[in-house]
């Protein structure tokens, strides 16, 4: 068995989880804050990764970032940077694919923070960032694990959005998802059988994670 998908597969979903993690903390921040009028729209596209099909998302990032034509074409003639068919592409794809995975949870917690936490900050002088930093943060660490760990998980299992931006290259975008589908187009189902059941097994610890940090465990069968 080739181990190069999976490597890259685990290079990938690292990089997406930090990236997304960056991104995510003010955007979560501002959804879970705002009532501006513009939130409702904003919440819509950030959670779109989720009802469409990754096809559509790779297709419309394929078109996009076509070296050929619009902001594909500026990017390469002025930047020489080709997202077509490139590890940045996976990249992207996979940030935008995942990012509802990242957002939400650490949405929710913070929505679910009681006010006064934030009233008895600042009157203790503290600033906003201070107050997000060093108050708000700490008091949501199963949100943000909850965060890292499905966006990690979720990037893992793609398929669509890699394959339609990434193609399959080997060592450069041939992820694990497109590796078991090759493999089983070749009737090679001991290969794919070795992936499928490497990645199997490290999605269900990663869920088992996720409901260990919830408490749900430990509530349920020890509390």
């Keep these: 068995m080739d181990w190069s998908p999976l490597l890259l597969t685990f290079r990938l979903a690292f990089t997406t989880t930090v990236i997304l993690f960056v991104l995510s903390l003010p955007l979560a921040y501002w959804l879970s ?22 096809t559509v998302i790779g297709f419309y990032l394929l078109v996009a970032f076509s070296p050929s034509e619009g902001l594909g074409a ?6 020489g940077l080709r997202l077509v068919f490139s590890y940045a592409g996976l990249v992207l794809g996979s940030i935008i694919y995942s990012l ?33 930093r060093y108050v708000l943060l700490p008091n949501i660490k199963p949100s943000i694990l909850t ?21 399959n290259i080997p060592d450069k975008t041939r992820v694990a998802s497109i590796a078991i589908y090759d493999e089983v187009e070749s009737m090679n189902y001991g290969v794919a059988n070795q992936y499928s059941l490497i990645l199997f097994l490290l999605s269900f610890f990663i869920l088992l994670t996720v409901y260990l940090i919830n408490g749900r465990y430990l509530k349920r069968y020890w509390i």
Aim: no cysteine; net charge negative; proline share 9%.
């Design 33 to 54: 804050q705002s009532r501006s009028r513009w939130r409702p729209i904003i919440e819509a596209l950030v959670s779109m990764p989720l009802v469409l099909p990754p």
């Design 74 to 79: 500026w990017l390469d003639e002025h930047l």
């Design 100 to 132: 509802p995975f990242m957002v939400h949870p650490i949405q929710a917690g913070l929505t679910h923070l009681p006010d006064s936490l934030k009233e008895a900050s600042y009157v203790l002088g503290k600033t906003r960032w201070e107050t997000f």
């Design 147 to 167: 965060g890292l760990i499905l966006s990690f998980a979720h990037t893992i299992g793609e398929f669509g959005v890699v394959l339609m931006i990434g193609g």
